[in-house]
């Protein structure tokens, strides 16, 4: 089916009725951007986890898996059928922009790519290119700058408030770029929020647990209070999904009620699962640090008893015998 009279730009869009059949089905965009940008860091990644393996280092296969299983979300729900009902679909749009924003970075991060960078790329050649490039913007006032909380905070409100109530939604989904750049901010800004929270890659700035709780509930109402507004509207937030095709039979209102839902429900559980590995990591290092406190309180101690058990051998070698 040809893109729909008001987008703007390379498009498919299906003729099917939406399912989750249609859905999943494997269906490229004409550009498919992200989807490309996803295989590339997949295929980078394990060539940097297969070089260590074949050098005999180690690298966690856990960590392995969790990046690209990231990448393969992201190329689903991009690389899709998904994608074609995304153009014209509030509430599968909202999917879209929720798994690009807390579900996928998340996976990505914990994938710890920064530090697999720094143990596996060459140090001459390209892969000297890439490690100076990788320190020199770790190291930058920038990366300090973008991913403190008084940045990445207000950028979660945009990627809501600010794009859907403010009209900025329906001046840039209309067109190609507009509609992936909207794409690329939802992925961008969910992996500047979940870097300082779960992060183990060297940064410019590390975050204590304290205040790393502290952002994750600084975040969580926000896309639940917002899915509560726009369940409540009586009118389309976006005036572009309110067409949707004929072919679909698609209800507007009743769709962007489902967004609602989406954006009220989706997070909680990736939410919830960085809550309990930013604990879980906060209980690991106390006991290590409550096991080094108390190593460091027992030295004395010992060393005391040592160096009397020293004392005692030189005595007993400055007896006369017999």
């Known amino acids: 089916m040809p893109p729909s009279s008001d987008f703007n730009g390379p ?39 297969i070089r260590l393996w074949r050098q005999g280092r180690h690298w966690s296969v856990l960590h392995t898996a969790s990046f690209v299983t990231g990448c393969l979300l992201i190329m689903v729900v991009m690389g899709a059928g998904i994608e074609g009902y995304g153009v014209k679909m509030f509430s ?28 596996s790329a060459a140090h001459h050649g390209l892969g000297r ?53 909207l794409e690329l901010l939802f992925l961008i800004s969910g992996i500047l929020f979940t870097v300082p929270l779960i992060s183990t890659d060297p940064l410019p700035r590390r975050q204590s647990h304290g205040g790393q709780l502290i952002d994750l509930f600084s975040e969580m109402p926000l896309h639940a209070f917002f899915g509560v507004i726009v369940m409540m509207s009586t009118a389309p937030l976006v005036p572009f999904f309110d067409t949707p ?65 020293l004392q005692g051998i030189a005595r007993n ?3 006369p015998s017999g």
């Open 11 to 49: 498009a498919w869009l299906p003729v099917a009725p939406p399912s989750l059949s249609e859905y999943l089905a494997p269906h490229l965009q004409p550009v498919p951007l992200i989807p490309l940008l996803a295989t590339l860091a997949a295929a980078l990644y394990l060539c940097g986890a």
């Open 317 to 319: 070698q400055q007896r």
């Open 245 to 309: 095709p004929e072919s679909w039979g698609i209800n507007p209102m009743a769709d962007q009620g489902i967004a609602g839902g989406l954006a009220w429900s989706y997070g909680e559980l990736p939410s919830l699962l960085l809550l309990m590995l930013i604990l879980v990591r906060w209980r690991r290092d106390d006991l290590r640090l409550a096991r080094r406190q108390d190593a460091l309180a027992e030295e004395p101690a010992e060393l005391t008893a040592y160096n009397e058990y």
């Open 92 to 119: 599968v749009f909202m999917f879209q922009q929720l798994t690009l924003m807390m579900a996928a970075p998340p996976l990505l991060v914990f994938g710890a790519p920064g530090r697999l960078l720094l143990r």
């Open 129 to 181: 290119l890439a490690l100076s490039a990788a320190l020199t913007a770790l190291r930058s006032r920038w990366s300090r700058l973008v991913l403190h909380p008084a940045v990445m905070i207000p950028l979660f409100l945009l990627s809501f408030y600010g794009l859907y109530l403010s009209g900025i939604a329906q001046a840039l989904l209309p067109s190609w770029p507009g509609h992936v750049a």
